[in-house]
């Protein structure tokens, strides 16, 4: 399986980066950065309405490169002078061409809440998010255990940093739940086959009490797929292919809005 690729590939890239930065002096570092007020990431998604997390992405493993012209600071602050309520970054290298520099630079143009979208397999990554301005990380349950799930969050709180805990079925969802998920992300995305089905986040959203925020992830591409999740009580929605690939990112954020 794809996902289960790429995390090992992601635990080859940190052994090398805690090769040339030991996790101590990382640390010291991220704790040497002034911490945001609250939990931004997590209290820009509670607020009323359907909420926007809009992605700064230059390809996937799935479609291969979506944006050739890559100028992400830009894109950022287009998404920010849109209306979006939060920017998901990706960082991953090999299989989504995303770099940390991306979410530092980003971070010194931008105001809102960013996202490292990273495929967390060491508590090192909580750490690097924190040192680079993220204010929220990913933690999908399928590449980690109950255990690791658990500890990785409390780790995350600790910093500052809201988690954002994937799910794809019923029994990660309840895992999420265990783990003391206050943001519980459903993947529209088999990774098995790359399938999308916005009813998977319209099947899921039942098993998550109201007082979990409840964020809808990949496929969202029509005004009809938000109807629906609002409808169906999804606080947040997190597109990236659908804002990469338009000519007006601008004009169709405040669209779906």
Do not use: W
């Not at 002078?81 to 971070?107: C, K, M, N």
């Not at 508590?123 to 690791?148: F, H, K, N, S, W």
């Not at 409390?154 to 206050?182: M, Y």
Request: charged fraction near 30%; aromatic fraction near 8%.
């Amino acid at each position: 399986m794809i996902l289960e690729e790429i995390a090992a590939k992601t635990r080859e890239r940190i052994r090398d980066e805690k090769s040339r930065m030991p996790l101590g002096e990382l640390k010291k570092r991220a704790l040497d950065r002034e911490r945001p007020e609250g939990f931004p990431f997590e209290e820009a998604l509670a607020r009323e309405g359907l909420r926007f997390i809009c992605e700064v992405k230059k390809a996937s493993p799935s479609k291969g490169v979506i944006a050739p012209d890559f100028p992400y600071v830009e894109i950022a602050r287009e998404y920010e002078s849109a209306g979006a309520d939060a920017v998901s970054v990706l960082t991953e290298p090999f299989y989504f061409q995303g770099r940390d520099e991306y979410l530092r630079q980003i971070r010194r143009a931008v105001s809102l809440p960013l996202l490292r979208k990273d495929f967390t397999v060491d508590e090192y990554m909580i750490y690097q998010a924190r040192e680079m301005g993220a204010d929220a990380v990913l933690l999908i349950c399928a590449i980690l255990g109950p255990q690791e799930l658990l500890e990785y969050a409390q780790i995350a709180q600790e910093l500052g940093l809201s988690a954002l805990v994937e799910a794809h079925d019923e029994q990660e969802v309840a895992q999420a739940l265990e783990a003391g998920a206050r943001i519980v992300g459903v993947n529209n995305r088999n990774l098995k086959d790359f399938t999308v089905d916005i009813g998977n986040s319209v099947r899921l959203r039942e098993k998550v009490p109201r007082d979990v925020l409840f964020v809808s992830e990949s496929g969202v591409r029509t005004r009809e797929d938000l109807t629906l999740l609002r409808e169906n009580g999804t606080d947040a929605v997190l597109i990236g292919e659908a804002f990469m690939r338009s000519e007006s990112r601008g004009e169709l954020i405040q669209s779906f809005r």
